[in-house]
């Protein structure tokens, strides 16, 4: 066997945990578990923010989101108050790693890689992500091979529907369907399709984690023993280590093969409804009384008495209402530090329901990005209780701490650590690597097809 691999081979598995596939759940992963017997694997740390857009996009393009101009799927345009956009394909400034690869004659395979709709050519194929609208979208380059897929999957499908929902079996049942085709589109542009690079990204562990953890995790708030659905986590996973197994068999042995993910998972213990607090004390107004459980609209907030307002999610953004950058700001530039370190201690302050102390990050973009776009961040990032509490931003809530989203149900949330494993040729086996971040694959990948990481990547090679 070659020191230097002839391809290589990435696997996504969006939110994949290191305490699961490496620890719980080992038994049940032979493939993956065979990997890491013969290469290197450790967790891998997130960028800041652990959620799916930007971290695959800091991850394959090697920078981070001070540099990349967006800090989640909706981001905001500083000056406005309703000034959304969403982070498609066409927010990514940057080369990612099949950019780099197309330039330099490398043919590149990828599948299901979150902003890659709109579709953009490259030096190969490419079959679009979860943002795809619906399958009677153009979401494949070419534009034929489409049509290939919606013969070979017997009708492709995009990604789980709903996976907020009460109907458990249901999504189940969709769940195995969904990731049955994409692994079918996988085998596929293996056999049929030229490619030097190979990547694949299923978001099925992510949706999978966020509606039954808490059958499968004894310590979840909400734990019910004896569910029908106590080895759903399990099974699922030994399902996707199987198939693992079939592209380990596809590929050969002469291509390096990585499975990584984006970020970790863990339970949920609640949502604490921010905007909520902001109104108790009083830094957020409104101008007319709303109903329960409302969502965040501009038109109801009274901007001339309002200081901050939040977004909400698996963290939280808050945005201070600055004179002379918002319309109708209310915080003196002059006051903006005081202000904001006022805000910040405030938000660390707030415990959890029962009154305890919450470990509860409140981070300055300044101090966590680089980059000429960090002036675009929003003021405050929040991580409530090491992440294991989401941030609700509906507003006029029953009580400040929910126990379910504003969408539906969920059971989990994201983690600072994902997965790193890697294998093939020129890998020895050097057992549990420390200090992995995931802007270190881009760089690697590179380096293993004889490439030179451009200077300005901000990852490490792991060789």
């Known amino acids: 066997m070659s020191d230097r691999p002839s391809r290589v081979v990435v696997i996504g598995w969006d939110s994949a945990p290191p305490q699961l596939v490496f620890e719980q759940l080992a038994n049940r992963m032979p493939h993956l578990t065979r990997l890491r017997e013969q290469g290197a694997w450790g967790r891998l740390r997130s960028c800041h923010p652990p959620i799916t857009v930007p971290a695959w996009t800091c991850m394959l393009a090697s920078k981070n989101p001070g540099r990349l101009g ?63 609208p619906s399958t009677d979208s153009d979401y494949t380059y070419p534009q034929g091979l489409k049509q290939e897929l919606q013969q070979v999957c017997k009708g492709y499908l995009i990604d789980v529907e709903g996976f907020r929902t009460e109907d458990k079996a249901g999504l189940l049942q969709q769940l195995y369907t969904v990731t049955d085709k994409h692994h079918q589109a996988v085998l596929y542009l293996l056999d049929k399709r030229p490619w030097d690079f190979f990547l694949t990204v299923e978001m099925g562990p992510d949706r999978l984690q966020h509606g039954f953890w808490k059958y499968c995790d004894p310590e979840h708030p909400k734990y019910e023993p004896g569910s029908p659905f106590e080895d759903a986590i399990a099974d699922y996973y030994a399902y996707l280590d199987g198939q693992l197994g079939e592209v380990l068999a596809k590929v050969g042995e002469e291509a390096l093969v990585l499975v990584v993910s984006d970020h970790g998972a863990k339970a949920m213990k609640g949502s604490l409804n921010l905007n909520d607090f902001l109104i108790q004390e009083g830094w957020l107004t409104l101008n007319q009384e709303v109903p329960p459980g409302s969502r965040l609209d501009p038109q109801v907030i009274d901007w001339s008495r309002t200081r901050a307002w939040a977004w909400g999610g698996y963290y939280s953004r808050v945005f201070l209402n600055v004179a002379g950058r918002e319309p109708q700001g209310t915080i003196a530039p002059a006051d903006y530090e005081r202000t904001r370190e006022e805000l910040a201690a405030l938000i660390r302050s707030i415990p959890d329901d029962q009154g305890r102390p919450m470990a509860t990050e409140v981070l300055r973009p300044e101090d966590i990005f680089t980059g000429p776009y960090v002036s675009e961040a929003p003021d405050l990032f929040v991580y409530f209780d090491n992440l294991s509490w989401r941030a609700g931003q509906d507003l006029n809530n029953p009580v400040l701490y929910s126990f379910d989203t504003e969408i539906g149900p969920d059971d989990a949330v994201h983690d600072h650590y994902g997965i790193f494993v890697m294998a093939g040729p020129g890998v020895v086996s050097r057992g549990e690597l420390a200090g992995l971040h995931l802007m270190d694959v881009a760089p690697t990948v590179l380096h293993h097809l004889g490439l030179t990481p451009p200077a300005d990547m901000e990852g490490r090679i792991i060789p």
Do not use: M
């Not at 799927?73 to 950019?99: C, H, L, M, Q």
């Not at 780099?100 to 709709?117: E, M």
């Open 70 to 132: 967006f800090y989640g799927f909706r981001n905001r345009k500083v000056g406005g108050y309703d000034t959304n956009w969403i982070a498609t394909s066409a927010a990514v400034r940057e080369p990612r790693v099949w950019d780099i690869l197309s330039v330099k004659g490398k043919s590149v395979c990828l599948h299901a890689v979150p902003q890659t709709y709109p579709v953009q050519p490259v030096n190969g194929v490419l079959v679009a992500d979860f943002l795809t």
